[in-house]
């Protein structure tokens, strides 16, 4: 209670204030706007304490979150986006913990003897943990090619920056779906133009290699 909330619309490459509000003594609150379109946005306890969510025209998003942990800890119902970007982020989440853990085991045994026999099998689960989560956001995607949570898939990365999804074949299909149905958004035409460029950019590759 007294602490503010903020809503701030994610765009392409920035966000936008949306509005703010002061969360009462029974640590509730609401806010109110409308969207015509799939939108994403950020609800912000901190510039580190946030939750995405993906909020269609018809939505009324009902969300109940822990303060102390507000983008890991939380509920969200009544809006069938932002329920599929939680999964998609807790998926990575779990991932990442799972690389993380490996990376400690591989830190904490340098110098054993055994050290190289554990290192080959550290690496095969390492590769198997990268192949289930890249197979885990393409069957998404390939299932959802005309949800907007698809393009939150496409963009999502490891902590060292590289993407999850590395597929050119599924940014298209979702690419060529969205933009079919939602022209108009600033997401979708960006989504279509890298796609676009990257096609282009392996095309030039495969005419340099005749």
Not at 68 to 94: C, D, P
Request: charged fraction near 20%.
């Amino acid at each position: 209670g007294g602490d503010t909330i903020y809503l701030e619309e994610l765009q392409v490459s920035t966000v936008k204030p949306v509005a703010k509000v002061k969360i009462n003594d029974n640590g509730e609150f609401k806010l109110e706007g409308q969207t015509t379109i799939p939108t994403f946005y950020l609800l912000k306890l901190a510039n580190h304490n946030f939750i995405t969510l993906l909020v269609d025209s018809v939505d009324n998003v009902h969300i109940e979150a822990d303060a102390a942990n507000f983008g890991k800890e939380y509920i969200v119902e009544g809006s069938l986006g932002s329920v599929q970007v939680k999964e998609l982020t807790e998926t990575l989440n779990r991932t990442e913990y799972k690389l993380d853990s490996l990376r400690s085991l591989n830190t904490l045994s340098q110098g054993s003897s055994d050290y190289e026999q554990l290192k080959a099998r550290w690496n095969q689960e390492y590769t198997k943990i990268i192949d289930d989560q890249n197979l885990y956001s393409v069957n998404f995607v390939l299932k959802n090619p005309f949800s907007m949570a698809s393009v939150f898939a496409l963009y999502q990365k490891y902590k060292d920056g590289s993407y999850v999804i590395k597929d050119l074949q599924t940014m298209r299909t979702a690419a060529s779906a969205l933009n079919a149905i939602y022209p108009n958004s600033a997401m979708v035409k960006a989504l279509y133009e890298n796609t676009l460029q990257y096609l282009r950019e392996q095309k030039a590759a495969e005419m340099q290699q005749l």
